[in-house]
C-alpha cells in the first residue's frame, strides 16, 4: 500500500466518522430499508438533447438568484450549501446537503432539493457537484413548469464527482434535484455540494412568421428564421427590399416576425449579407397597441450584430431597413434575424 492509499485510506475513515457526527452514527450495512423510489408526480419526460449552444448565449450561472431549500436536511449539513458558490467537494456539513434519512421528518430517498425563483427562467444546462468518494449515483434534474414537474435530466449509476448536463430549454420558477439513490457506499445518502444552473434563451424567431413589405424577386423573407445564419449575398441566403421592381419596394423597408402571442424580449441578434451589410436601420416591438423602437442603428459595418435591450413584451419585432451599404444603399439584406 502506497502512501496515497493510506491517505485515501485515513481520509476515508475520517470522513465515516465526521459523517453523521450527531452521536447517531448508524452503520451502513444495518440500514435494511427496502429503497423504494417512488415516482414523483405527474412527471413528464422531455427529450434530453445533447444541444450544446454558443456559450456567447449564456448569461452565467444563476443559481445564487435562487432560494435553496430541500424536503429534507441532515443535521449539519444545509440546502444553502448548494448555491454558495463554492465548489469544493468535500464531503460533510460544511460543503453540501444530504438527505435527513431517519434524523427529520419526509428524509427517506427519494429526497429533493430544489432552487426558486421570483419569475419565470429558462432552464437549460446544469452543473451538479457532489460529494467525492460518496457520488450521487441515481438523481433526475426536474423543473417547476405551471402545475407539472417536468423531468430534463435522468442520471442513473453516477460515478462522477461533477457531471455537465444540457437540456432543451425549459421555462419554469423551480429547478430542483431529485436525489433517488446514494452512492453504493452509502445509498441511503443524497448529496449535493453545488448546483450551477445555466439558462440559455430560446430564438423565438424560430416559430414565427416572416413577413416583408416587398422583396425582391428571388429573395424572400422565410430565410431570415431559417435558423442558417450563413451570411452569404444572394436570394438562397437572405431577404431583401424589392426596390423599384416591386410596388412600395423603395426604403425605408419593414421586416417582420410574428410570434402569434406576447413574447418576452430583450436581445436581437442581426445576420446581414457579407459586403452588403445593412448600414442603417431601426428595430421595433408590438406590444398590440403600438411599435415601440427598441434599437436605433446607424453606421453599421458589421455582418452581425447583438442588440441587447430593456425587456419588453410583444407579440411582433420589425426591422426598419432606412439605407444598405453605400456600394448598394437602396438595397436593405437580412440573412438571420435572431429573436430572444
Ligand atoms: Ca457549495
Ligand atoms: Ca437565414
Do not use: C
Not at 425563483?117 to 450521487?136: A, D, P
Not at 441566403?237 to 419593414?254: C, I
Not at 453606421?299 to 411582433?316: D, E, L, M, W
Amino acid at each position: 500500500m502506497n502512501t496515497k492509499q493510506l491517505l485515501s485510506l485515513a481520509v476515508g475513515a475520517l470522513i465515516s466518522t465526521s459523517l453523521l457526527a450527531t452521536g447517531k452514527q448508524e452503520a451502513i450495512n444495518d440500514v435494511t430499508d427496502k429503497m423504494e423510489l417512488q415516482s414523483a408526480d405527474e412527471v413528464q419526460v422531455t427529450a434530453s438533447k445533447e444541444r450544446q449552444l454558443p456559450e456567447t448565449l449564456s448569461s452565467g450561472n444563476i443559481a445564487s438568484q435562487g432560494y435553496a431549500s430541500a424536503q429534507s436536511t441532515f443535521p449539519g449539513y444545509s440546502a444553502s450549501n448548494i448555491n454558495d458558490g463554492d465548489r469544493n467537494t468535500t464531503v460533510g456539513g460544511n460543503y453540501s446537503w444530504a438527505n435527513g434519512h431517519t434524523y427529520t421528518a419526509d428524509g427517506r430517498l427519494p429526497n429533493w432539493v430544489q432552487l426558486s425563483y421570483r419569475s419565470e427562467r429558462s432552464f437549460s444546462k446544469v452543473v451538479l457537484y457532489t460529494s467525492r468518494g460518496y457520488e450521487l449515483r441515481d438523481y433526475d434534474i426536474q423543473v417547476r413548469s405551471g402545475q407539472n414537474w417536468i423531468t430534463v435530466v435522468q442520471q442513473r449509476g453516477n460515478t462522477s464527482v461533477s457531471r455537465v448536463h444540457t437540456f432543451t430549454p425549459t421555462n419554469g420558477t423551480i429547478i430542483r434535484v431529485l436525489a433517488l439513490r446514494g452512492p453504493n457506499n452509502q445509498y441511503i445518502y443524497g448529496r449535493v455540494n453545488e448546483l450551477e444552473v445555466y439558462e440559455d434563451a430560446q430564438n423565438l424567431a424560430l416559430n414565427a412568421t416572416a413577413t416583408a413589405q416587398s422583396t425582391f424577386s428571388g429573395y424572400s423573407p422565410s430565410r431570415v428564421n431559417d435558423g442558417n445564419r450563413n451570411t452569404r449575398v444572394g436570394g438562397a441566403y437572405s431577404w431583401a427590399n424589392g426596390h423599384k421592381y416591386t410596388p412600395d419596394g423603395r426604403l425605408p423597408q419593414w421586416l417582420q416576425l410574428s410570434f402569434g402571442r406576447l413574447e418576452r424580449i430583450s436581445k436581437v441578434v442581426l445576420y446581414t449579407s457579407l459586403g452588403y451589410e445593412i448600414k442603417d436601420y431601426d428595430i421595433q416591438v408590438w406590444n398590440g397597441n403600438r411599435w415601440t423602437t427598441v434599437v436605433t442603428q446607424r453606421g453599421n459595418t458589421s455582418v452581425q450584430r447583438t442588440h441587447t435591450f430593456a425587456p419588453i413584451y410583444g407579440s411582433k419585432l420589425r426591422v426598419i431597413g432606412r439605407r444598405g451599404p453605400d456600394n448598394q444603399y437602396i438595397y436593405v439584406r437580412v440573412n438571420e434575424l435572431e429573436v430572444y
